[in-house]
């Protein structure tokens, strides 16, 4: 902002200076009384804005070597132009006398080429100003510029690391899963074959019932008894 401002004055410097050249170069030409007032306004609006610039810039913290060279002409320049603007001011403001005297005869001999000179001068700094401030705001929009095509590439970047880590998270997760669902249906299946197994190996077991128990030393295999055997079995049963 104060870049903006500062760039500002200089533009309304060199753009009073141009119309004071202007005017003069006119007012050799033709002599219309409301060209001389025109001229007195510049005159005093651009050494007015000459105090403004030179002030503004030599209060400011963070200026630029290139504007304290500048503000220093200017205010050099200010002070070359105050007698003149002090008897233009003269004409309107009554508390301000008409006949200023110097005793520099070098000044009092050449007014016209030193006011003129001075113009110029201020003139040229001032454009020159413009051009380095605008570079220098150039150079400043290209680095922003650059600095957040960057921060966007970063935060692209760390949204497609943040989306592929989540990715791998949830195909992990997936995995996890079906790990947990092969163990468990394996051991359902141990189970079952387990169970079957057991079912298979269940024997007879006399507690289960007593009603339906067997006297096992009266069990003899068919395959071992003989003829004679049989016939005492039958004698035992007849005497009975």
Request: proline share 2%.
């Amino acid at each position: 902002m104060e870049k903006k401002f500062e760039k500002t004055l200089s533009q309304i410097i060199s753009t009073m200076i141009l119309l004071v050249f202007l005017l003069t170069m006119i007012s050799i030409r033709t002599n219309i009384w409301i060209l001389n007032y025109l001229w007195s306004g510049l005159f005093v609006i651009s050494w007015i804005s000459l105090l403004i610039f030179t002030i503004f810039v030599l209060i400011k913290k963070d200026t630029y070597g290139i504007s304290i060279f500048i503000a220093i002409m200017t205010a050099i320049g200010f002070a070359i132009l105050s007698v003149p603007s002090l008897l233009i001011l003269g004409k309107f403001i009554p508390l301000i006398p008409m006949n200023l005297t110097y005793h520099i005869k070098v000044l009092d001999q050449n007014s016209q080429v030193i006011i003129y000179n001075t113009l110029m001068m201020l003139y040229s700094l001032h454009l020159i100003h413009i051009i380095i401030l605008n570079r220098r705001a150039r150079t400043i929009a290209n680095v922003e510029k650059s600095l957040e095509a960057i921060k966007e590439n970063n935060i692209e970047n760390n949204k497609e690391e943040i989306t592929a880590a989540k990715e791998d998270e949830n195909q992990k997760a997936e995995e996890n899963i079906d790990a947990n669902l092969s163990e468990k249906s394996l051991e359902n299946d141990n189970v079952s074959t387990d169970n079957i197994e057991n079912s298979e190996k269940i024997a007879y077991d006399p507690e289960i019932n007593k009603d339906l128990g067997y006297n096992n030393e009266k069990v003899v295999l068919v395959e071992e008894l003989t003829d004679e055997d049989l016939d005492f079995m039958e004698s035992g049963n007849e005497n009975d």
